[in-house]
């Protein structure tokens, strides 16, 4: 059984550029979520996807925007990047949409210049 | 609205000594807990969740925790410190009616002295 994976790693972009993470999610999840973890502070909730339909949003704006496909992989979309778009950002699965435990990939780490 | 508070930043802890990082959160009802663990530049590592039931929680790595709703805390402990055990420890709870969106605490780093 493979766990959550995410690419890429690393990524570099400059203000104003738009950007796509990609989440494979632990085999026989259906529902995952992703995070923005800023320097120094606990994640933040971004939204989450059950079934390929956006069911949970946390206060980000709609410039950031995911799709999640049926084999349940995902992608998170941020448009006209801002500096305080620089961030570690998680995408974790878990096998329900109702509130249950989250399962963590390694992140990619995103830095706007 | 839920939130965490994880008062310590930083702990330091002699190799072999016990831990405990404090845990409180706000919330109406009975949520669920959790406690992760992250190495610098990784992902969350799950320790231990509490949903019900006994409210003494056994995780991974020796970590256990203990739920006390009259204080509204989760604190984490450990008996026997490890140096690997030096990392970042967030709290982190959901809500029953919100899906799996979790809130976190900003996060305690602890430092492993040999």
């Known amino acids: 059984e493979t766990g959550v994976t995410q690419s890429p790693t690393h990524l570099i972009k400059t203000r104003g550029q738009q950007v796509t993470l990609r989440c494979s999610s632990q085999s026989g999840h259906n529902t995952v979520s992703w995070y923005q973890q800023a320097l120094g502070q606990g994640p933040q909730f971004i939204f989450q996807?059950?079934?390929?339909?956006?069911?949970g949003r946390g206060n980000f704006p709609p410039r950031f925007s995911g799709l999640q496909f049926p084999n349940y992989s995902s992608e998170l979309n941020v448009n006209a990047l801002e500096l305080d778009d620089s961030a570690l950002y998680l995408c974790a699965s878990s096998l329900t949409s109702g509130g249950d435990t989250q399962y963590f990939g390694p992140g990619t780490r995103l830095t706007v210049l | 609205a839920q939130s965490v508070t994880q008062p310590d930043i930083h702990i330091t802890v002699s190799e072999g000594a016990s831990l405990e990082l404090r845990c409180n959160y706000s919330y109406g009802a009975t949520p669920y807990l959790f406690w992760y663990v992250q190495s610098p530049g990784q992902g969350l590592q799950l320790l231990l969740k509490y949903f019900s039931g006994d409210t003494l929680v056994q995780g991974i790595k020796g970590f256990e925790a203990e739920f006390k709703r009259s204080q509204s805390s989760f604190n984490l402990r450990k008996p026997s410190v490890h140096w690997s055990d030096a990392a970042e420890y967030f709290c982190?709870?959901?809500?029953?009616?919100?899906?799996?969106?979790?809130?976190f605490g900003g996060g305690t780093r602890v430092l492993v002295k040999p």
């Open positions: 982190a709870v959901g809500k029953r009616a919100a899906g799996n969106k979790l809130t």
């Open positions: 996807y059950y079934r390929e339909e956006e069911n």
